[in-house]
């Protein structure tokens, strides 16, 4: 099983980024999948999930209105577009895929996670 996430970089705050995951070794169609998120010195939290046919979707407040999760289940890929980035989304983001029977918003809940990809706002 390998999960792929690319995308990240440095921005200015205010700017635009994508991000995308490339699944593999999996039935991706099958799994809930979620975005979270790791600051220096901080656990990791949740940013966003979507469940296996795209048609559900969470996300933690702090990026309501800026975020959006998508899935392209043909492609076995994962996106998060992120807007309006702040300089407080800094952070490496990991794509994770789930089996549950649930889609749910806890690292525990995740079988498969991606090797991360940083995301810099500079202020």
């Known amino acids: 099983v ?9 921005v200015q705050a205010g700017g635009p980024l994508r991000l995308s995951c490339a699944a593999s070794g999996i039935i991706f169609s099958s799994y809930h999948m979620g975005w979270f998120r790791q600051a220096p010195g901080k ?5 966003a999930n979507i469940n296996w046919s795209g048609g559900s979707t969470t996300y933690v407040d702090s990026v309501k ?5 998508s899935r ?11 807007n309006t980035l702040k300089p ?12 549950r029977w649930t889609v ?20």
């Not at 656990?43 to 940013?47: A, I, S, Y």
């Not at 043909?74 to 577009?81: D, E, F, P």
């Not at 749910?104 to 991606?114: F, H, L, P």
């Open 2 to 10: 390998q999960l792929q996430a690319s995308g990240g970089g440095l």
């Open 43 to 47: 656990e990791r939290e949740f940013v």
């Open 65 to 69: 209105g800026r975020f959006t999760i």
């Open 72 to 82: 392209d289940n043909g492609k076995n890929t994962l996106y998060l577009q992120m």
């Open 88 to 99: 407080e989304d800094t952070a490496v983001y990991y794509c994770a895929a789930s089996g």
């Open 104 to 123: 749910v918003a806890t690292t525990q809940g995740y079988d498969y996670w991606g090797q991360g990809t940083q995301v810099t706002v500079s202020s």
